[in-house]
């Protein structure tokens, strides 16, 4: 018949070694082989991890930036709303002032205003500055 049967080709038939593996001589010891096959370079898992904490710090940095450019925002609105109370302060006290002042001088309506303010807690001061003054010493 034919030299080259199918009993004597182990990696054409079935396998010499019975593991599947084939005839092969560098396979003889199957598990030094899957060791050497199997080393990893360090290097993509700790390029992962520095890419990882590069992306975790600069969005850190983008929500911090965008937190402060809010408190920014509301600092100023802020701001406005107590510059103008305190203006309105400015002109209540004017007007606690005056009125202080006209009871002083005997209008009775102006006594019984002052009189009803001392009863709940509100003092007035006839000698403190105009609101146009205190506002230019801030």
Not at 51 to 64: D, H, I
Request: aromatic share 6%; with cysteine; hydrophobic share 40%.
């Amino acid at each position: 018949m034919n030299d080259l049967s199918a009993s004597d080709s182990p990696a054409i038939g079935r396998p010499a070694d019975g593991n599947g593996r084939g005839g092969d001589a560098s396979l003889a010891n199957p598990r030094s082989a899957v060791d050497h096959e199997r080393r990893f370079s360090p290097f993509l898992p700790l390029l992962l991890a520095v890419l990882a904490v590069f992306l975790w710090t600069g969005f850190q940095c983008y929500q911090l930036f965008g937190e402060r450019q809010a408190l920014l925002t509301a600092h100023a609105n802020q701001q406005r709303l107590l510059d103008e109370s305190a203006k309105l302060r400015g002109s209540l006290d004017t007007l606690a002032r005056e009125t202080a002042t006209l009871a002083d001088q005997g209008n009775a309506s102006a006594r019984l205003i002052v009189d009803e303010l001392r009863k709940r807690g509100v003092t007035i001061n006839p000698n403190a500055a105009p609101a146009g003054k205190a506002a230019d010493r801030k």
